[in-house]
C-alpha cells in the first residue's frame, strides 16, 4: 500500500474511540513505519465516541477526496431505550427524566417508525460539534448554557424495528448525510408520548463501503507492521 501517494482505509472504529483518536493512531504509526516527519490522515464522517462502527480514514493525496466520500447516506443499526431522557440524547450524559411508557404498543411503535421516513428539518443535539459563533455546540451543553441550533434537511430512507425488548428497541436506520440518530431518538420517544435515549449505535454502511470490509485498529496496525 502507497499511504503517502494516498490510501481509503476502511476502519471498525471501537467504543470509547473519538474519530480524531483513531486518525492520530494511524498517523503516528505510519510515520513510523514509513520514517517520516509527517503525512496527511483524515477521516470521512464523525462517528461519536460512543458509537462503534465503520469509520473511513484518507491518508496522504486521498485526503483530497475527503468531502466526495462524505455525500453517500449512511446505515446504522443500534437500540432506543424508551422511558428515559439525557441531556445529549445519548449515554454521554445521566439519565435527566423517566416518561410513562405503559399506554406504548407494539402497532405505536411501528407506526413511529414509520412516521419518521421521508425528508424533514432535524435539529441536531446541543452536545455535537457543530459550530456556534466559533465554538463547538457541546461546549456551550458542558457549560451549562442553552443554545438555538439551526435545523437542517435530512432523510430517512428507511426505519426498520429489528427487535423489540421493550423498553429497549432495536432499529436499522439507512439516511442521509449529516443525520443525528441521537436526534431520532428525540423524535421517537416524543411521537410515543414519552421519552427515549440512544443507548447503542453501530454504523454499518457509509456510500458505497461496507463495515464487511473493514478492520479493527489493531487488526490494520497488525497488517502494516
Not at 501517494?5 to 513510523?32: H, M, P, Q
Not at 407506526?111 to 457543530?130: D, E, R, T
Amino acid at each position: 500500500m502507497n499511504f503517502l501517494e494516498g490510501e481509503v482505509l476502511l476502519i471498525d472504529k471501537a467504543y470509547g474511540w473519538t474519530s480524531f483518536d483513531v486518525v492520530n493512531k494511524i498517523r503516528w504509526n505510519l510515520k513510523k513505519k514509513l520514517d517520516v516527519k509527517n503525512i496527511k490522515v483524515g477521516h470521512a464522517g464523525t462517528l461519536d465516541p460512543l458509537a462503534t462502527g465503520l469509520l473511513i480514514i484518507c491518508t496522504g493525496k486521498k485526503t483530497k477526496t475527503i468531502e466526495s466520500l462524505m455525500v453517500g447516506k449512511k446505515t446504522y443499526t443500534g437500540t432506543f431505550l424508551v422511558g428515559k431522557t439525557t441531556p445529549s440524547y445519548d449515554l454521554e450524559t445521566e439519565f435527566n427524566h423517566e416518561f410513562p411508557t405503559a399506554h406504548i404498543t407494539q402497532e405505536a411503535i411501528l407506526q413511529v417508525a414509520n412516521s419518521i421516513v421521508g425528508v424533514q428539518m432535524q435539529v441536531p443535539p446541543l452536545f455535537s460539534a457543530k459550530q456556534i459563533d466559533g465554538k463547538r455546540a457541546y461546549e456551550f451543553a458542558r457549560e451549562g448554557k442553552t443554545m438555538e441550533l439551526k435545523a437542517n434537511e435530512i432523510e430517512i430512507e428507511t426505519f426498520l424495528v429489528t427487535a423489540n425488548r421493550f423498553p429497549e428497541i432495536d432499529f436499522e436506520i439507512t439516511c442521509s448525510k449529516g443525520t443525528y440518530i441521537r436526534s431520532i431518538a428525540r423524535d421517537f420517544g416524543e411521537k410515543l408520548g414519552s421519552g427515549a435515549t440512544l443507548i447503542e449505535l453501530r454504523r454499518t454502511k457509509s456510500g458505497t463501503f461496507d463495515l464487511a470490509n473493514a478492520l479493527t485498529i489493531d487488526a490494520f496496525l497488525a497488517e502494516i507492521f
